[in-house]
């Protein structure tokens, strides 16, 4: 079972180790572009995949797309725990959004 953190730290030692073969080292030797381009493609299968009825192909999408994120994250130099980090700080704002929409509504 690999977790969303783990394949990150994978993802990490590639770009730090090449191995080849690697399809994230062929990514990270192609550079910017050609990421953006996977995240690109990634993004319209999952939206295809949204509009169909299958659970098992939105699923499979999700996940490629997941990994390209954070092989782009990886590329800029970007964690998953700053990520994680901004989502607990909305979480905050978001309770205050919600607390003054709640007083606005009384
Ligand atoms: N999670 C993934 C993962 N998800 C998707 N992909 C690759 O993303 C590609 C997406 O398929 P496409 O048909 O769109 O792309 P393609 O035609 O193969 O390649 P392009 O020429 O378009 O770049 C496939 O080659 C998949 O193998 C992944 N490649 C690697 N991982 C994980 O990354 C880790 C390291 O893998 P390696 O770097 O390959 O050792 C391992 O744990 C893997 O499970």
Redesign the pocket.
């Known amino acids: 079972m ?1 977790d969303i953190d783990e ?1 990150y730290q ?2 990490l030692n ?1 770009k730090a180790n090449p ?1 080849e073969g ?6 990270f030797t192609k550079g910017l572009d ?1 990421i953006l381009k ?1 995240v690109g ?2 993004s319209t299968e999952v939206i295809v995949a949204a509009k169909n009825d299958s659970d098992d192909e939105f699923i499979y999408e999700v ?2 797309l997941t ?2 994120v954070l092989v782009l994250m990886a590329n800029r130099g970007i964690s998953v725990d700053q990520i994680k980090r901004e989502l607990a700080e909305r979480e905050g704002l978001m309770s205050k959004t919600k607390e003054r929409r709640d007083i606005q509504d009384l």
């Open positions: 690999q394949l994978l993802i590639r191995k690697s399809y994230t080292d062929y990514l050609k996977k493609e990634e996940a490629d990994y390209h």
